[in-house]
């Protein structure tokens, strides 16, 4: 027999644009607002409609090795940050510069130059957890001229020295457990343990959102989670709804939602990364409740 019926349909409350993401955003309207050419420095968040949204209103996105084209306009610079070189080009091309560099990055920027000035005189080695290649972690370690580790998991510890004191610090979307397991077995493999410094700078407007959404996943016969494929919080965030509910599934848009995830399914929780617009999270709802799903019964 095949029944009809409703699903119920809810959206997490809590997912959705972070702090430096709507500062950053607000940022670039306003400079938008006030007319001339205004450039990104690389994608102003990690969600492509996000950028293909502010792109409409004028927003010209380009990389470090075409700067040179924003020459005499303005160029914001991400929440994600940029290492003190950027500035230093900019000063030189006459750049004017949009500064939405999260508070929290800036923050961790300075305790990543700290923690150098610390380690430098004793011969110890600044540790990072976070994804290489990504902005945040880009940013983080041009702070200096020295050489600053990044790992992203236990295998990459191979390439710390335990014999020398460590400073350890994360990307500020990092899960929380991760960094501290691996804090864990820094002090286990450390030659002195009492010489490795463990600074947790992850951000807790995003952290907090790991138990969160852990509860928030569990509630629902399936979860769809929204976010852009290059966000890496998105990614972290990701597998958090999927360990708590097997049934998660990921879209960048309402386009890719598939029929089939919702056999059988009476309720579905909507969340997304910090990276996603709530109004993304909304368009996959609404396309949920404007589809006739059903139920198989024998």
């Known amino acids: 027999m095949q029944v009809i019926f409703d699903l119920f349909i809810e959206i997490d409350h809590k997912s959705g644009f972070c702090f430096g993401v709507v500062r950053a955003i607000g940022e670039a309207e306003a400079a938008l607002s006030e007319g001339g050419t205004v450039y990104s420095l690389g994608d102003i968040v990690h969600n492509r409609l996000e950028v293909q949204r502010l ?25 994600h940050g940029e290492p003190p070189i950027i500035y230093a080009e900019a000063r030189r ?3 004017g510069i949009v500064d939405a560099t999260c508070p929290v990055v800036a923050r961790l920027q300075a305790r990543v130059k700290q923690a150098h000035a610390e380690m430098r005189p004793i011969g110890g080695q600044v540790v990072i957890l976070g994804k290489r290649g990504h902005a945040e972690v880009v940013g983080l370690t041009g702070q200096v001229d020295d050489p600053t580790l990044v790992v992203e998991s ?66 629902f016969d399936a979860v769809v989670f929204v976010c852009g494929r290059k966000s890496s919080n998105g990614k972290v965030l990701y597998e958090v709804c999927r360990r708590a509910n097997p049934r998660t599934y990921t879209v960048e848009e309402a386009a890719e939602l598939r029929p089939e995830w919702f056999e059988g399914v009476r309720s579905v929780g909507i969340c997304g990364a910090t990276s996603t617009p709530g109004r993304l999270m909304e368009e996959v709802a609404e396309a949920i409740r404007n589809s006739q799903f059903t139920i198989h019964n024998s």
């Open 55 to 79: 792109e409409r209103l004028g927003l010209h996105t380009l990389t470090r090795a075409d700067m040179a084209r924003a020459a005499g306009c303005r160029m914001l610079i991400r929440a």
């Open 93 to 95: 091309l006459g750049i």
């Open 154 to 219: 236990e295998d990459d510890l191979a390439q710390i020295d335990f014999a020398r004191p460590i400073y350890f610090l994360s990307q500020t979307t990092q899960s929380i457990a991760l960094f501290e397991r691996l804090g864990a077995e820094m002090r286990r493999r450390a030659a002195d343990p009492a010489a490795v410094r463990i600074d947790d700078t992850i951000c807790r407007q995003v952290s907090g959102r790991e138990q969160h959404l852990t509860e928030f996943a569990a509630r």
